[in-house]
């Protein structure tokens, strides 16, 4: 130790090892920034930063050496070799370059350790090369042990400085592997130097320096110049990643939804753009301010008392008094050694506004901002429940409930769309709530309907009737709607009051229900309260049509078939299908009863299918080719698809096309002229025959017969009934048989019950007959039994004409 530090002190210049000290202190710290970079660049940009790592820290150990060997007084006059001394510098570069590679390629702390260790043996490597380009007299002599402790020294001092740098995201990292390395070369070239024996050279070569030592100085002011641009370079380009990485993490945090604020204890020293957003401040007003006051000191209490990223939910105050919901949460800054905390901000605005929504919209309508079917149940119970037991402003007697139900609502949507249906429905709403007194209730119910419910005090039952006119007064005018649509869809209103009607909410609402069904079914357009027994009757239809929705299923329904003869020969050429109800209970039920129930019920789409492939299965059994006549409902033409429905039936059953006779009527076809007449096209071309049915009542217009070539026309029965007792109903008779005669098409005249029908009708050459006098609708095991028309039947029952409507279900 002591000849160490002999070595050092008393043969070196001081100034000149100062600087060669300083030399190897700033190559060292360039070459760590170097790697630092490297260590946050990808891949390839990293490797050519340290390969640059390794130039500089070459060339910085290169001109540490030369540098001290110059403050080495003893060979102050010596020379130097210029190949020896670019040898060193190549050695010097080249290995440290390798070990610094060596180290940024491997992840394991193992592997920086051999990294440093490379990089330590090429500061070796160089120092005695260098050493070697000394020209002296006589070769100089080492002492090997010296020289084996300076080699140990610069490999191991060079494997701590890489461990001890890790990965150098941090800036104390870099400043310990620069320290490292800086000892590795001084220990190295030190310890070195001490390891010289030879007083004889030392004292043949001191003296004045060497002429051409120049070159030397030139070379290592070259060296140091590099090593202070690329390190200059470095500095400038670790500034301007640091800005731009700082930049991006700005925006990164601005572009965060959550609002982030950074405080150094209770001092807010940053935030992000959503945390400013969301407090109403200034980043700059932020800055400085107390945490406690951005928070308040109740949220910021909590917080504290928190858990490391547990949420805290509380409000902030706004400079104007807002209060803001948030959820707040903090984190401790890691890389940070100042004790810095990140608190995240999250707005609940939004979902306490979606809370509230859904609240509202669990007891409203979403349309039209009414009360809806949960609400008013709530609001009909209380207001029974106030009327039993009173107020303390007094009792209040009755309840009444008044249901609202919107006349032509469906042509309004047919006509001009659902967005124009929607808009009456919100229009009908704003015009009903005027008119309602404190304590009603308006809620839409669904649909076109709508429901209010109303205390009546002092038994004050008129004054739910003077409602409900001025409701239908206010029906009266025309909506008139954005874009300048206009529409009248009227209201019809039924009306119940408890206790009389009712005293539970579910009774009470079914009875004004009750009423308004009885209220649309006389004309609409009107009030009508509720009367037990003309409703009772009501609830009996109610009743029927709820069975027939099972008669189906149950196979509870039949086909009888009624003859149709060809007026000429009196053969049989086909049979009408007529639909029949046997319930188990009440037995056979009218055609007149149950088909305009389905009709009302939205069931005659069911039952029409149902008897169309019922009577086409039994016709394709039959072994004579009989034609089966099929009605078709008006709500079966509403049906774009009913074409394919016929085919894919007659597919099913196996009847030809030919065998079947679609009867329809005028009313059928007038709602929608182009849409009927489509469909009718579409049948025609499947092979059916298409029968206008009841013609002479109704329209009965020409242009339909023109518009469409019908096979066949039906005179109505109440026309064919008064032949005998009317001289126009033979007259129109007449002109319907000459105006088929015309059209080429052929005329079936119903209802024929007498002879003196049947010879009027042969006498004007009709071409088809039907009626009781050839035979009453029977079950399908009878029709081969059937004979030539002979004596009449018995005279008709009153149902005949109901046997056709529910042909028309069909």
Same mark, same amino acid.
């Given at each position: 130790m002591r000849q160490l530090y002999l070595c050092i002190v008393e043969p070196h210049d001081i100034a000149l090892t100062l600087l060669a000290l300083l030399v190897c202190v700033l190559s060292t710290l360039t070459a760590f920034r170097l790697y630092q970079r490297a260590r946050a660049s990808n891949r390839r940009t990293g490797l050519l930063l340290v390969l640059a790592m390794g130039l500089v820290a070459g060339l910085g150990t290169w001109s540490t050496h030369f540098?001290? *060997?110059?403050?080495?007084?003893?060979f102050a006059a010596a020379d130097y070799g210029i190949g020896g001394t670019l040898a060193s510098l190549a050695v010097a570069i080249v290995v440290m370059g390798c070990g610094s590679v060596v180290a940024f390629a491997s992840a394991s702390a193992v592997g920086r350790l051999a990294g440093g260790a490379l990089v330590g043996a090429g500061v070796a490597a160089m120092h005695y090369l260098g050493m070697s380009a000394l020209v002296l007299p006589l070769p100089v002599a080492y002492d090997p042990g010296f020289v084996a402790v300076s080699v140990v020294a610069g490999c191991v001092l060079g494997a701590l400085a890489f461990a001890g740098a890790g990965d150098a995201t941090r800036r104390a990292q870099v400043h310990i592997g620069a320290g490292g390395l800086a000892a590795a070369i001084a220990a190295m070239h030190f310890t070195g130097m001490a390891s010289i024996e030879t007083a004889s050279v030392v004292d043949a070569v001191a003296g004045a320096r060497h002429p051409k030592i120049f070159w030397l100085a030139a070379g290592i002011v070259v060296a140091m110049l590099l090593v202070l641009g690329i390190g200059l370079a470095a500095i400038l380009v670790d500034a301007r990643a640091r800005r731009g990485e700082a930049t991006r993490l700005r925006a990164f945090a601005d572009a965060a939804f959550e609002g982030l604020v950074v405080a150094e204890g209770d001092v807010v020293v940053d935030a992000n753009a959503a945390a400013c957003a969301l407090t109403g401040r200034m980043l700059a007003?932020?800055?400085?301010? &107390?945490?406690?006051?951005?928070?308040?000191?109740?949220?910021?209490?909590?917080?504290?008392?928190? @858990?490391? $990223?547990?949420?805290?939910?509380?409000?902030?105050?706004? &400079?104007?008094? %807002?209060?803001?919901?948030?959820?707040?949460?903090?984190?401790t800054l890691e890389c940070e050694s100042t004790g810095r905390v990140v608190v995240a901000l999250r707005d609940l605005r939004e979902r306490e506004a979606a809370s509230q929504r859904i609240r509202f919209l669990a007891s409203h309508d979403a349309l039209t901002g009414l009360p809806n079917r949960a609400a008013f149940a709530d609001a009909l119970q209380e207001a029974l429940e106030e009327a039993d037991a009173g107020t303390s402003a007094g009792p209040i007697g009755q309840v009444a409930v008044l249901c609202v139900d919107l006349d032509h609502f469906k042509s309004v949507n047919d006509l001009h769309g659902h967005a124009v249906g929607d808009a009456v429905l919100v229009e009908a709403g704003r015009r009903m709530r005027p008119l309602?007194?404190?304590?009603?209730?308006? #809620?839409?119910?669904?649909?076109d309907e709508f429901a209010i419910v109303k205390p009546l005090r002092d038994r004050a039952a008129g004054e739910a009737v003077a409602l409900g006119e001025r409701l239908l007064k206010a029906f009266?005018?025309?909506?008139?709607?954005?874009?300048?649509?206009?529409?009248?869809?009227? #209201?019809?209103?039924?009306?119940?009051?408890? &206790?009389?009607?009712?005293?539970?909410?579910?009774?009470?609402? @079914?009875?004004?229900?009750?009423?308004?069904?009885?209220?649309?079914?006389?004309?609409?357009?009107?009030?009508?309260?509720?009367?037990?027994?003309?409703? $009772?009757?009501?609830?009996?239809?109610?009743?029927?049509?709820?069975?027939?929705?099972?008669?189906i299923p149950r196979g509870e329904l039949s086909l009888h078939f009624q003859p149709q003869i060809a007026a000429p020969t009196g053969e049989v050429v086909g049979f009408e299908a007529l639909v029949r109800w046997h319930h188990p209970t009440r037995g056979l039920v009218p055609p007149a009863e149950f088909i305009p129930l389905a009709e009302e019920n939205g069931l005659v789409l069911q039952l029409g299918e149902w008897v169309l492939a019922r009577a086409c299965a039994e016709?394709?059994?039959w072994e004579r080719p009989?034609?089966?006549?099929?009605? +078709?409902?008006?709500?079966?033409?509403?049906?774009?698809? +009913?074409?394919?429905?016929?085919?894919?039936?007659?597919?099913?059953?196996?009847?030809?096309?030919?065998r079947l006779e679609l009867e329809v009527t005028e009313t059928a076809i007038i709602d929608d002229m182009d849409r009927a007449l489509n469909i009718l096209r579409r049948l025609k071309n499947l092979g059916v025959t298409i029968a206008m049915?009841?013609?002479?009542?109704?329209?009965?217009?020409?242009? %339909?017969?023109? @518009?469409? &070539?019908?096979?066949?026309?039906?005179?109505?029965?109440?026309?064919?009934?008064?032949?005998?007792?009317?001289?126009? @109903?033979?007259?129109?008779?007449?002109?319907?048989?000459?105006?088929?005669?015309?059209?080429? *098409?052929? !005329? !079936?005249?119903?209802?024929?019950?007498?002879?003196?029908?049947?010879?009027?009708?042969?006498?004007?050459?009709?071409?088809e007959v039907q009626g009781y006098l050839f035979g009453r609708p029977m079950p399908a095991r009878d029709i081969p039994e059937l004979r030539r028309g002979g004596d009449a039947l018995d005279a008709a029952d009153g149902g005949s004409r109901s046997e056709k409507r529910a042909g028309n279900a069909a």
């Open positions: 540098v001290a *060997m110059l403050a080495y007084r003893p007003e932020i800055r400085g301010t &107390p945490l406690s006051t951005l928070l308040g000191p109740a949220l910021t209490e909590r917080l504290a008392q928190a @858990a490391d $990223a547990q949420t805290v939910e509380g409000a902030l105050r706004a &400079p104007d008094g %807002t209060r803001i919901p948030v959820t707040v949460a903090r984190r309602l007194s404190a304590g009603a209730t308006l #809620a839409r119910l669904g649909g009266e005018g025309e909506f008139v709607l954005d874009g300048g649509v206009r529409a009248r869809p009227g #209201a019809s209103i039924g009306l119940a009051i408890s &206790p009389e009607d009712g005293t539970d909410p579910q009774r009470l609402l @079914a009875n004004a229900d009750m009423a308004l069904y009885r209220a649309k079914s006389e004309g609409r357009g009107r009030l009508r309260t509720f009367d037990a027994a003309m409703d $009772a009757r009501l609830r009996e239809r109610y009743a029927l049509a709820a069975e027939l929705r099972e008669a016709a394709a059994t009989y034609k089966v006549a099929v009605n +078709l409902s008006p709500v079966q033409f509403q049906s774009h698809d +009913l074409p394919e429905t016929v085919w894919e039936i007659l597919l099913a059953t196996g009847l030809a096309p030919a049915d009841d013609f002479g009542t109704g329209y009965s217009s020409l242009a %339909t017969l023109q @518009a469409f &070539p019908f096979d066949k026309i039906k005179i109505d029965r109440s026309f064919v009934s008064r032949l005998e007792s009317q001289p126009q @109903a033979a007259s129109i008779v007449r002109a319907v048989l000459g105006l088929g005669r015309s059209l080429g *098409m052929g !005329v !079936v005249a119903e209802g024929v019950e007498t002879h003196a029908q049947m010879r009027f009708l042969s006498a004007e050459s009709c071409d």
